[in-house]
Structure formats: C-alpha cells, structure tokens
C-alpha cells in the first residue's frame, strides 16, 4: 500500500466539526439503543456534511452516523474527504463498516472522536483505525 500523507484539519475547522458532530446528535434516530451518534464529515471542497445514526427495528435496516454523512456528501457530487468527527456518549470510534465505506474516499483522512460534551478523547487517522484496508486499486 502507497503511504499518502494524511490531511490536518486547522483548528477551527477540527473545532467546527466537533461542534456540528455533537450537535447532530440531537437528530438521531435511536430509539431502540438509546445511543445517538453524530458525525461531520469535511470534504476536500470545504464544505461539512452531518450525519446522524437511524435505527430501524429491523436492526440490520438502520445505518450508522459516519456513513449518513458519506452518503449525504457522495450523493451532492464529493468524492474526498479530509476528515471526519464522531460524537458519542463516550467518545466512540466509528465500527468495521464505516470504516471501510471512509476509506473508499479518504485512506488517510483525520478522524476526531469525541464526546457527547464537546471534549476530545482522540485525534487520529484512519489509516490507523483500518490498517491494510481493501482499497479500490486492490480490484486491478
């Protein structure tokens, strides 16, 4: 796998997406597990796309917040993104699946995760989240 350098969101905009990522969390669709998640996703044009969890009771039928907010800005025409906040009670990463829909669009993309307050327990990379991910070029 080809080492990219991973994009740094500024500060402000880090600030900017844990802020929209905890404030989505009031839009979640989450009455079974009881536990909202809020996401932003910034993309390589600058904009932010939100993304909140909606459960299903069909459990299978719902979808997480990260990958709301993919498909959100994948359906308005981005295809890169530079970085990613959660918001959790607890500050949770994203699971397997979002993992791997993110890598699609931005291997080394800056994920943020925080909690429910605002406060940031990690700043890290997806790359370190997925190690050795299935990428697109490994379909060649």
């Known amino acids: ?3 990219v350098a991973a994009a740094v969101p500024t500060a402000d905009q880090q600030a900017e997406l844990v802020q929209r990522a905890v404030a989505a969390m ?6 079974y ?3 909202p ?3 932003a996703l910034l993309a390589a044009s600058g904009r932010i796309y939100d993304g909140v969890n909606v459960e299903n009771a069909a459990y299978p039928a719902g ?3 990260e990958r709301t907010a993919v498909f959100k800005a994948v359906s308005e025409g981005e295809r890169e993104f530079v970085a990613v906040a959660v918001a959790t009670r607890g500050a949770g990463a994203p699971c397997g699946v979002c993992r791997q829909v993110l890598a699609e669009f931005g291997y080394n993309m800056a994920v943020i995760l925080a909690d429910k307050d605002g406060s940031v327990r990690l700043v890290t990379t997806l790359a370190a989240l997925l190690p050795e991910a299935f ?3 490994h379909l060649v």
């Open 1 to 3: 796998m080809t080492a």
């Open 26 to 31: 009031d839009w979640a669709y989450a009455p």
């Open 33 to 35: 597990s009881k536990f």
């Open 37 to 39: 998640v809020g996401a």
């Open 63 to 65: 979808v997480c917040a």
């Open 135 to 137: 990428l697109p070029q």
